[in-house]
């Protein structure tokens, strides 16, 4: 233990929500701040983390889905992002180029921001018959968005990582089909794994992905009032297609273009993880993602440590299928050992001292709400597996209480700037112009988040900011 992290978190959530943050992130040993500004080292136990995201995803889209990952370069050619205009144009701000001739012509190259274009550039070498299609990759791999805002660890960082899917159809049918599943997927991710309720639903035209026909997302809402979007997946439509020269011999025998979709997560969720669950003491870990579901912290007195070490041992190894931490060392208190494991967020710690022993007991304490559990030796194995099943499960009711506590249909300009103001999510009726959306904008700070799914059904009545005739009902808020 670093004696430098004795005092653990030194700021409330409630009070300073920024500095609690980052120091919930470095202290609890998850992340530092790498050299270069807007970077950071993800330590063995925030990437244990991202492997659990990875180890989940990989096993919904591997073979249910008939994905296979791949790997495609970090160097994109100027000219690739010039064939898809809209695109280019989107992403130009965030583009970080390479200051050095890599190629023989002198072409600039760009360290990619997302892979669409070198990825469709094999795309159009690899595709030459319908029975080539469909065509589903992945990837695994990092990003650079030169941001120019604030960054922040996990939530906003020049380089991160995350996946991406990019998949090719024969048909728009089926190409949004996928689309829609990988978004729900992503729900299911956010909700089964991470025990981070979110908003699922479709992004404006203004907010779509540069380049889309349309875009799904996730989204979820922090504590501090601000939403995150989570995931996305983009129905591309056929212009990517086009663009790179993408098309196949149709079951006509004619040529075809082809139907595309693009869709990613990233290391953001592990920050949204953090902010949506810790608290004063530090880290909070649902047992999904935790690496260790419990430590074993024994109580040791000169005359009955031998005894108390043996049977926290053979504990131990009866619990060895929850990956169990044991901490024999003497140099520091169990008090300071508590605090310790609470920062780090370890769901479950077991306290056995020579009174236990004799009872033949022991005392199991939750992070996530402090309970105390008297639990019989022989019955731990079941004890334990019902505590962090009943421990996830809760982390997420209490996370959805919070999330749709935190949303406000609004019906006038009034009471949406008023919602805004008090960091909730305004759900209002809205025109759908993106000259409305750009005014919401300056006057309130709040962004549209998405319009749920099932907001087909037909609205009545006027958008509350230009007076328009409304088309759809929709989330907006302030955001990351």
Known sequence: MNKKEEKGITVKKSENISEWYEQVCLKSDLVEFAVVKGTMVIKPKGYAIWEKIQSYFNEKINKPLGVKNAYFPLFIPESFFKKEAEHAKGFNPEVAWIDKELTKDGERLAIRPTSETIMYDSYSRWIRSYRDLPLKINQWCNIVRWETNTTKLFLRSREFLWQEGHCVYETEKECEKDTLKVIELYKKLSE?????????????????????????????????????????????????????????????????????????????????????????????????????????????????????????????????????????????????????????????????????????????????????????????????????????KEMLERAKDKLYSNIVETKSKSEFKSAIKERKIAFTRFCGDPSCEKKIKEETGATSRCTPLNA?????????????????????????
């Open 456 to 480: 087909n059904k037909k609205i009545t009545g006027d958008c509350p900011f230009c007076g328009k005739a409304a088309k759809t009902m929709i989330y907006f808020s302030k955001s990351y």
């Open 192 to 392: 089964d794994l991470l025990a981070m309720p979110v908003l699922i639903g479709k992004k404006t035209e203004k907010e779509k992905f540069a380049g889309a026909k349309h875009t799904y997302t996730i989204e979820a809402f922090m504590p501090d009032g601000k939403a995150l979007q989570c995931g996305t997946s983009h129905n591309l439509g056929q212009s990517f297609a086009k663009s790179f020269g993408i098309s196949f011999l149709g079951r006509d025998e004619k040529k075809h273009t082809p139907w595309q979709n693009s869709w990613g997560i990233s290391t953001r969720l592990i920050g949204g993880l953090v902010m949506t669950h810790s608290d004063d003491k530090g880290l909070v870990l649902p047992p999904e993602v935790a690496e260790n579901k419990l430590v074993i912290i024994p109580i040791l007195f000169d005359k009955t440590k031998e005894k108390v070490i043996k049977k926290a041992k053979e504990i131990e190894k009866m619990l060895s299928v929850f990956n169990p931490l044991i901490d024999l060392s003497e140099e520091y208190s169990p008090g300071y050992k508590f605090s310790e494991y609470e920062l780090q967020g370890i769901p479950l710690r077991i306290e056995i001292g020579p009174k236990d022993i004799e009872k033949k007991e022991v005392v199991i304490v939750r992070r996530d709400n402090g309970k105390k559990i008297a639990a019989k030796i022989k019955d731990l194995k079941r004890i334990i597996k019902e505590e962090l099943k009943n421990m996830q």
